[in-house]
């Protein structure tokens, strides 16, 4: 239905700029309050994603060694036990004899 009132074709152009001003605007606040909301995240000092992931394959290895120490622990606290079992070579006193 095509309208050759001049008017409403005027009516319709000044609606279509509104809302592509409205638009605008919306984005423009859209903006402000990404910067603002950047900025408050900025004063609480929180850790960046890529941090947090670096700190965390840092407890992942730890608990690695951790576990890998664990195991020598054991070894060596089995290793001890055994020897202490064993008697003890009775070592002879050496005695200087004076020089004569």
């Not at 008017?7 to 152009?13: E, H, K, T």
């Not at 670096?54 to 290793?79: C, D, G, I, S, Y």
């Amino acid at each position: 239905m095509a309208s050759n009132n001049p008017i409403f074709d005027d009516i319709a152009r000044v609606a279509g700029g509104a809302l592509s001003a409205v638009g605008g605007v919306r984005e423009e606040i859209e903006a402000k309050v990404k910067d603002q909301f950047q900025r408050w995240l900025a004063d609480m000092e929180l850790v960046t994603r890529e941090e947090f992931e670096v700190v965390q394959a840092m407890a992942q290895k730890a608990r690695e060694q951790n576990e890998v120490l664990a195991t020598r622990v054991t070894a060596l606290e089995a290793a001890l036990k055994a020897t202490a079992k064993k008697p003890a070579a009775v070592a002879k006193p050496v005695i200087d004899k004076p020089a004569t």
